[in-house]
């Protein structure tokens, strides 16, 4: 090794110990408190299995993550698929669109919907007003609003992680579908969607990761009644004390992404999605 | 094909997606005119607009000022280390190419994809232990942790475009480590490393999750306070610190569109 390696190794040294002592030791000690705390051994993972409040978490997390995801890739391919379409000057404008709640703080994206789904919010006032319904409609605190603020929330991140897929790929290949007569719908089918799967598996996978672990948006606009797996360990570290049912509850969320992104990386298109220049 | 079928093929998804994007920002907005009513509570104005819940925000007592002025020295901090620590970083795995830098990058950026719940609760047992509950300290130094990625990520793209000859021909007229670190490499990397400063001080100021685990009383940060009264109340000043937040960030970006994106790329 040269000199000049030596350096730059040594510059690399602030970093790893400071990922290594704050990031990845509590990280590790997280993993570690499951199988000791309150006892050693397997009892936490065991009670997780047998209890029923916690089945109901689970079974929560996954049905709001599910319908998230699946809204939120196809409603997301759609302006994708539209923005890298437009000309110029439309294209800065949607895609500044885009960025204006990519940007804003997630609790002022919560509040706003907290304004406009409440009971005498200004969506049942306008509804209401204009006589379309007679009752106020439930519209927050529940599923439903839970999973608008988050397809709300996940939507500019599959946005953008989709143009940047879609914008790679070769528009030769389309004119040359369109050259040979295929109809609009069948370029469509067969050529666009198939050449957009890596895009879409990414936009699919930061969407599902995200959502699983996610805590400020269920827990403002579910407000307890839609109990997700982030919020459930929140109370468990906060209030009741039960570190070992929290620390398990991690532990089992962290392998659950790492299959997630295991699985992903099997895909030769996916690692070049990731390590390609644009990551 | 019918021109009436070919425009509903082409013009009705375009539709929705302006609908969609309609969507996406639209909602955002409606704080403005509910931080302009006039009455106590959440509501759009009644009888006419009002400044008064703007007012609020300035009074001292009420605690939001005394929280920005938190969540902004904590995110200087935070911002200044984490580009510091990420442009080190950046700079030795650029020169050292091998195994070590690259599991390191892994390491580093790990905190993009796991969910930050899971290092609330390693960082709440840490702290405790060290007594960094609730403290400056503890809660500038997660917000580092938490800001190190996308400072590495912007710093390392600004390296990319970096002609490693330039190292070179420093290298074999005689220049000595440190005049190459300082004067040949980072001399290049201004915008890598005033884009990754911004975007980890953004990390800073917007961390929540975090954040309510490790603080209690003592440090309020703006994120908290905002929890806290959208748990307790719907004050209307929420709506006002929300407006203002709004209108910082729409302003932010309207500069870098018309000034700094021009003939730059689409994508980000």
């Keep these: ?279 | 094909m019918s021109p009436a079928r070919r425009l509903l093929q082409i013009g009705a998804p375009k539709l929705l997606a302006w609908l969609l994007l309609a969507f996406l920002f639209v909602p955002i907005l409606v704080v403005i005119p509910v931080s302009l009513t006039d009455r106590d509570y959440l509501s759009l104005p009644q009888d006419g607009i009002s400044l008064s819940h703007y007012a609020a925000l300035l009074d001292w007592r009420a605690g939001w000022l005394s929280s920005m002025a938190t969540s902004l020295g904590i995110a200087l901090a935070a911002s200044f280390l984490a580009t510091a620590v990420a442009a080190a970083y950046a700079i030795g795995a650029f020169v050292y190419v091998g195994r070590w830098p690259s599991l390191l990058r892994v390491v580093l950026l790990s905190p993009l994809i796991v969910p930050p719940i899971i290092y609330a609760v390693g960082m709440v047992k840490l702290w405790s232990r060290f007594g960094l509950l609730d403290s400056w300290i503890g809660v500038t130094i997660v917000h580092v942790m938490l800001a190190i990625p996308l400072a590495v990520l912007a710093i390392g793209a600004s390296l990319s475009n970096l002609d490693p000859r330039m190292v070179q021909a420093a290298r074999s007229l005689g220049a000595r480590p440190p005049t190459i670190f300082l004067r040949v490499i980072l001399p290049n990397l201004g915008s890598g490393i005033g884009a990754g400063a911004i975007l980890a001080f953004i990390t800073s100021w917007d961390e929540i999750t975090v954040t309510l685990f490790i603080t209690g009383r003592r440090i309020v940060t703006l994120p908290r306070r905002i929890w806290t009264s959208i748990a307790d109340s719907v004050d209307p000043a929420l709506a006002a610190i929300a407006s203002a937040l709004l209108l910082a960030t729409l302003l932010a970006l309207l500069v870098r569109l018309l000034f700094v994106e021009r003939g730059g790329s689409p994508s980000r």
């Design chain 1, 1 to 279: 090794m040269t000199r000049f390696q030596r350096w730059a190794l040594a510059l690399t040294v602030p970093a790893a110990v400071m990922a290594i002592g704050l990031y990845v030791f509590p990280i590790l000690q997280v993993l570690a408190l499951s199988f000791l705390e309150p006892k050693p051994g397997f009892g936490n993972y065991v009670s997780l299995f047998g209890n029923a409040a916690i089945g109901r978490v689970v079974r929560t997390t996954i049905i709001v993550s599910a319908l998230t995801t699946a809204i939120t890739v196809v409603l997301a391919y759609v302006v994708a698929f539209a923005i890298i379409q437009m000309p110029r000057g439309r294209r800065r404008l949607a895609l500044f669109l885009v960025m204006v709640p990519f940007w804003i703080s997630v609790l002022v994206r919560a509040f706003s919907w907290i304004t406009i789904l409440r009971r005498n919010g200004v969506l049942n006032t306008v509804l209401t007003q204009s006589g379309a319904i007679s009752e106020p409609l439930d519209l927050v605190y529940n599923q439903f609003g839970v999973i608008v603020g988050m397809v709300h929330y996940m939507m500019p991140f599959a946005i953008l992680l989709l143009v940047a897929n879609l914008g790679d790929i070769d528009r030769r290949i389309i004119q040359a579908a369109r050259s040979l007569g295929a109809q609009p719908a069948t370029v469509f089918w067969r050529v666009w969607l198939p050449l957009s799967l890596p895009g879409l598996s990414i936009a699919t996978l930061f969407t599902v990761i995200f959502s699983l672990g996610f805590l400020v948006t269920p827990a403002i606009l579910g407000a307890g009644r839609v109990l997700m797996i982030a919020e459930y360990i929140s109370v468990q570290i906060s209030s009741t004390l039960r570190w070992g049912v929290a620390t398990a509850l991690s532990t089992l969320m962290l392998v659950a992404i790492g299959v997630l992104v295991a699985i992903a990386m099997r895909h030769p298109a996916m690692r070049a999605a990731f390590g390609g220049g644009r990551s």
